[in-house]
């Protein structure tokens, strides 16, 4: 079966050409390219309406590119078999949408499809990662915003994904939750040489966490630099 | 009353139906005083009402005079149009004609040529026909029923439904608890209508065979095994729609096409 398993070691893990999306005879995605290089955190920021949750749903095939596509390890990502692809381009939302049950039965849910089950130690090791090592046997009803995002996060890695994508993960969350998960998925990156690519509309948390920052406006990638160059200091 | 000042039974009717028209448009004079205007839309369906149904009653004098085997054809016909109708309850869903018209020729049909065969309904076209007819209608129901709880149930779980997917799930799999709810809901009207069957309403079939001096007792037995028809094709009609229709809102990739609007779906307000 066809897999995006790293094989090569090179550093662009994912890479866009000219990739558009109409709806409606409306350009949501327009004509984008960029690459995202191995264990960077990629921002994407712009105004509402610019297109950027619309590009990170192209980006694991949720909806389908009118034109363009995007590589994945260098493959065409429409020749993957689309469960697979997800497998390999996890995402988290906004919110989380966690199943009913409790945090051990969400986390076990990605690898359960593909035949896999996780261990209890595996579970505690995912857990741990996320900052919530006690929480196995908690019902998903019982947890605050924050640990809600936690879980979902967990819950993404515990597929292993290539690249995590992340849409607004912190903005329904209160101050302290989103400071809190704003570090762990910072810490994971650093940690771990974890891939992500993340939707904010924060300005001030892309230039905290981001490595490289990509700007959008009317579907359109108008700019793209490191922090420091696209947003200043 | 009436009977004294027409005398043949053709008279009598358009008197009737004129009696019931007045009666239904003195309701929309009283609608249009609480300033609910429903004077077009009553007016539109009455005329159209009598006109279909002395169409439909012109018809069936020729066909009931006709060969047997012209009922095939009518209840054929009668299937397609119940699939056509019954689909606008999901007319997002791909598919949802096709699937709605095999599923109510699968389930009504099955049910009317295995009960046929068997001999519980009589081949006579006079009473094929109108029970024929009467599964063939709540199929449809059931059926509009099943397919707009369905499409109801999907958009509103439509983020539930993405996340599940991006985790590698197999699409139809996120999608079974609602199709499952959606037979469950689809169903309760017909089982409410054997639980209250006698109790609640006598049915018209009933009533017709009482008044045309069949036995009240096997009248009645009768009508049960009509609606316990009509509960067993209306079951099958939305086991088979609902199994089909999972299928139908994932594309080839594995996508939910059922659109909310733009690509904002799964989103709160205002974000994108």
Same mark, same amino acid.
Not at chain 2, 71 to 85: D, E, P, R
Not at chain 2, 239 to 249: G, H, K, P, Q
């Given at each position: 079966m066809t897999t995006c398993e790293n094989t090569a070691g090179d550093s662009v893990v994912l890479y866009t050409e000219h990739l558009s999306r109409r709806v409606e005879h409306q350009m949501i995605v327009d004509d984008v390219s960029f690459d995202v290089r191995r264990g960077e955190l990629l921002g994407i920021i712009g105004p509402s309406g610019s297109g950027k949750s619309s590009l990170l749903r192209l980006l694991n095939r949720l909806d389908e590119p009118t034109s363009g596509t995007v590589y994945l390890q260098g493959q065409d990502y429409r020749e993957l078999p689309p469960r697979e692809l997800r497998r390999c381009i996890g995402m988290v939302t906004q919110r989380p949408f966690l199943f009913p049950g409790n945090v051990a039965a969400n986390l076990r849910f990605g690898p359960r499809q593909r035949g896999e089950i996780l261990s209890d130690e595996e579970v505690t090791n995912l857990l741990e990662r996320v900052g919530l090592p006690s929480l196995v046997d908690r019902e998903v009803s019982n947890l605050s915003g924050g640990e809600q995002q936690r879980v979902s996060l967990a819950r993404a890695l515990a597929n292993r994904p290539e690249v995590l994508l992340l849409d607004e993960p912190t903005s329904a969350l209160d101050e302290a939750a989103r400071a809190g998960v704003e570090d762990l998925i910072r810490g994971l990156v650093t940690d771990t040489a974890l891939t992500c690519v993340q939707v904010t509309h924060d300005r001030d948390q892309a230039r905290r966490i981001c490595d490289r920052v990509l700007v959008f406006n009317g579907g359109r990638l108008i700019q793209r630099g490191t922090p420091e160059e696209v947003l200043g200091a | 009353m009436l009977k004294s000042f027409f005398h043949t039974q053709l008279a009598f009717g358009l008197a009737?139906?004129?009696?019931?028209?007045?009666?239904?448009?003195?309701?929309?004079?009283?609608?249009?005083?609480?300033?609910?205007?429903?004077?077009?839309?009553?007016?539109?369906?009455?005329?159209?009402?009598?006109?279909?149904?002395?169409?439909?009653?012109?018809?069936?004098?020729?066909?009931?005079?006709?060969?047997?085997? =012209?009922?095939?054809?009518?209840?054929?016909?009668?299937?397609?149009?119940?699939?056509?109708?019954?689909?606008?309850?999901?007319?997002?869903?791909?598919?949802?004609?096709?699937?709605?018209?095999?599923?109510?020729?699968?389930?009504?049909?099955?049910?009317?040529?295995?009960?046929?065969?068997?001999?519980?309904?009589?081949?006579?076209?006079?009473?094929?026909?109108?029970?024929?007819?009467?599964?063939?209608?709540?199929?449809?129901?059931?059926?509009?029923?099943?397919?707009?709880?369905?499409?109801?149930?999907?958009?509103?779980?439509?983020?539930?439904?993405? =996340?599940?997917?991006?985790?590698?799930?197999?699409?139809?799999?996120?999608?079974?608890?609602?199709?499952?709810?959606?037979?469950?809901?689809?169903?309760?009207?017909?089982?409410?209508?054997?639980?209250?069957?006698?109790?609640?309403?006598?049915?018209?079939?009933?009533?017709?065979?009482?008044?045309?001096?069949?036995?009240?007792?096997?009248?009645?037995?009768?009508?049960?095994?009509?609606?316990?028809?009509?509960?067993?094709?209306?079951?099958?009609?939305?086991?088979?729609?609902?199994?089909?229709?999972?299928?139908?809102?994932?594309?080839?990739?594995?996508?939910?096409?059922?659109?909310?609007?733009?690509?904002?779906?799964?989103?709160?307000?205002?974000?994108?």
């Open positions: - | 009737q139906a004129a009696i019931a028209s007045a009666l239904a448009l003195g309701v929309v004079v009283l609608a249009r005083r609480r300033n609910i205007h429903l004077e077009r839309d009553a007016a539109i369906a009455l005329v159209r009402g009598i006109v279909q149904i002395v169409i439909v009653g012109s018809i069936l004098i020729l066909l009931l005079k006709g060969p047997q085997w =012209t009922s095939v054809f009518l209840l054929a016909g009668m299937i397609l149009a119940a699939g056509s109708i019954s689909a606008r309850r999901a007319k997002d869903i791909p598919g949802a004609q096709k699937i709605s018209t095999y599923s109510i020729a699968a389930g009504a049909g099955l049910v009317t040529a295995v009960m046929t065969w068997a001999g519980v309904i009589d081949r006579a076209i006079t009473s094929i026909i109108p029970v024929g007819s009467m599964i063939i209608a709540n199929a449809m129901n059931t059926n509009g029923l099943a397919l707009n709880r369905f499409h109801s149930e999907v958009m509103a779980h439509a983020g539930e439904i993405e =996340t599940a997917l991006a985790l590698g799930a197999v699409p139809e799999d996120t999608v079974a608890a609602y199709a499952e709810s959606s037979i469950h809901a689809s169903l309760i009207p017909a089982i409410d209508n054997l639980r209250s069957l006698g109790i609640v309403w006598i049915p018209g079939l009933m009533t017709g065979m009482l008044l045309s001096g069949s036995n009240p007792l096997y009248a009645a037995i009768y009508q049960f095994v009509v609606i316990a028809m009509i509960l067993a094709s209306s079951g099958l009609t939305s086991l088979l729609s609902t199994l089909m229709i999972r299928a139908s809102v994932f594309s080839p990739a594995d996508q939910l096409v059922l659109k909310a609007g733009l690509s904002t779906r799964g989103s709160l307000p205002g974000h994108q």
